[in-house]
């Protein structure tokens, strides 16, 4: 018994799939070289594009230094850049006293 169609997935611009269509549709070998390098190319996007994973914590901090930082645009960013430009001085120190 075939699965039933949702019917908020199938509409004029994206009709369900009839027998003719998987008939004329083709494999990804069949598909001309400059489309499969581009399909691939966009499979394997360098890691280095994507955004590291964001994770919540709770820091107390002084109220004065959170009022001072919530009153700048970009607070979040700025901190985390400073906290990021602390954590390359504390890896260099560490490998100068190595």
Request: charged share 35%; proline share 7%.
């Amino acid at each position: 018994m075939p699965k039933p169609v949702n019917p908020e997935l199938i509409d004029d611009e994206n009709p369900e799939w009839t027998e003719e269509d998987f008939a004329r549709a083709k494999s990804f070998s069949q598909l001309p070289e400059s489309l499969q390098r581009k399909l691939r190319s966009l499979k394997s996007a360098p890691e280095a594009e994507k955004k590291p994973a964001r994770k919540q914590i709770s820091v107390s901090l002084s109220s004065d230094v959170v009022d001072q930082l919530q009153s700048t645009a970009n607070w979040e960013l700025h901190l985390e850049e400073a906290i990021r430009a602390w954590l390359a001085r504390q890896a260099r120190r560490r490998n100068a006293a190595s």
